[in-house]
């Protein structure tokens, strides 16, 4: 069972009332710095010791041991790569110490410092955004905004985001996208099967999805001819709880919806009045089209992710309004405004075809060739998306091209968010 007892009481305690703690949190971090720096930790001098020691062994008694000294190098990666990731994952748990009384246990749980915690986490960035850069040859994106569908696959896979929490909505999920070279006779569910259980979730912020809780997931033709995944939730733990609920369903909407019309339940065979935690599937869940939606920034992994939020607008411009602050959510949630302040729109207006939006952003804004105003402005184009439109224009007194945009010029919206790097 991958959500415990352990979980769901971490979240009602963060649900408590609130203490108040008029205190710096400068001065607070100074009282407990000495504590953290005094808690044990693995020397970094030692593994350069260990490895001069292992040259001059093995320069002193010849290469019969080569192998062995390659095999006990590889165990110390391990266990290196194994604390940073423990690293951040405590990083990630730390943020609200000072706000909330029910989740101060957590504070026992750091293990190295936060000059430490950044070091890593600035290297895993750069390596994991440098990938993803490999995959969008035109310039740094945070979306896929095409691909070759007749060599490849854009796998979508919803997941939870596990510090987000808004008012009254509850949790959010969002779609990673992984593009999947085709092979002969390979459909795009063995697409995903492939690569659903090989990605880190956690290193994006993200809990494992449902599905990889023993979901079996399939694919078959309906009496109309058009393909519809199945998920077989026979060995699932089913039991989940009214947080989870909508969840599910969510993550079940973002992993399909851009490639089915509709994906249906199965339980033991029986595909009607499938129950899982509060709710009874009836029959296959279908899939809503231009839900025109906010999108929002999460950033406690390793790269930035897009969110779209609950609620629904009437135009682009209320929208756009909605992202340059952040959704009411609880404290301990972590989505942040996707447009900031350096990011002015002054108008938004639609071209008569209705199919492409022209977006004045005002002379005054700061556009430049940061991940900042790139995630902006894509956050926008998938807003544009969540309309039913093809492409936008972003206006601007200023020229040139910001990741994979060029100012003045119509920009097609993209395929999906959140493209990570993905190696087999």
């Known amino acids: 069972m991958r959500h415990n007892d352990e979980?769901?009481?971490?979240?009602?305690?963060?649900?408590?009332?609130?203490?108040k703690d008029d205190r710096d949190p400068k001065h607070i971090y100074k009282e407990i710095q000495p504590k953290l720096t005094s808690s044990t930790r693995r020397p970094k001098l030692v593994p350069a010791i260990a490895l001069v020691a292992a040259v001059v062994i093995l320069a002193v008694i010849g290469p019969m041991f080569v192998n062995n000294m390659q095999f006990d190098m590889s165990l110390s990666g391990s266990n290196a790569n194994s604390g940073a990731e423990e690293s951040m994952d405590m990083a990630t748990m730390d943020a609200d110490e000072t706000d909330d009384a029910g989740i101060a246990m957590e504070s026992t749980r750091q293990n190295v410092s936060e000059g430490e915690e950044s070091t890593t986490k600035d290297e895993k960035d750069a390596s994991d955004f440098a990938t993803v850069e490999m995959m969008t040859a035109d310039g740094r994106s945070f979306v896929l905004p095409t691909y070759n569908e007749a060599e490849e696959y854009a796998v979508t896979i919803g997941a939870s985001l596990s510090n987000a929490d808004t008012i009254p909505f509850g949790g959010s999920t969002t779609?990673?996208?992984?593009?999947?070279?085709?092979?002969?006779g390979q459909t795009y569910v063995d697409a995903l099967n492939k690569v659903r259980g090989n990605i880190a979730f956690e290193s994006y912020g993200l809990e494992k999805p449902f599905i990889n809780d023993n979901g079996v997931v399939t694919e078959e033709i309906d009496a109309t001819g058009n393909r519809?995944?199945?998920?077989?939730?026979?060995?699932m733990n089913k039991g989940i709880s009214s947080f989870q609920d909508p969840l599910f369903k969510k993550e079940l909407i973002d992993t399909f919806s851009l490639h089915y019309s509709q994906v249906q339940l199965s339980d033991n065979g029986n595909k009607v009045n499938v129950e899982i935690g509060n709710t009874v599937y009836e029959g296959p869940i279908e899939f809503e089209q231009n839900q025109k939606r906010a999108y929002y920034k999460y950033y406690?992994?390793?790269?930035?992710?897009?969110?779209?939020?609950h609620e629904r607008f009437k135009t682009i411009g209320d929208t756009f309004k909605a992202m340059t602050s952040a959704p009411e959510q609880y404290d301990?949630?972590?989505?942040?405004?996707?447009i900031p302040d350096t990011v002015k729109v002054d108008r938004v207006t639609l071209e008569d075809d209705g199919a492409v939006a022209r977006i004045k952003l005002a002379d005054n804004s700061v556009l430049e060739d940061n991940d900042e105003t790139i995630f902006a402005l894509e956050a926008m184009l998938m807003v544009a998306k969540e309309f039913g439109l093809k492409g936008v224009v972003f206006e601007s007194s200023q020229t040139g091209?910001?990741?994979?945009?060029?100012?003045?010029e119509e920009v097609s919206v993209p395929f999906s968010p959140n493209l990570i790097p993905y190696n087999e």
Do not use: F, H
């Not at 301990?332 to 996707?338: A, D, K, N, R």
């Open 7 to 19: 979980d769901q009481l971490e979240k009602l305690l963060r649900q408590m009332p609130k203490i």
């Open 300 to 309: 406690t992994g390793s790269i930035l992710l897009l969110v779209a939020g």
């Open 175 to 184: 779609p990673l996208t992984v593009i999947v070279p085709k092979e002969e």
């Open 332 to 338: 301990y949630s972590m989505l942040e405004p996707s």
């Open 228 to 235: 519809v995944p199945v998920v077989d939730v026979t060995k």
């Open 401 to 408: 091209t910001i990741g994979t945009i060029t100012l003045n």
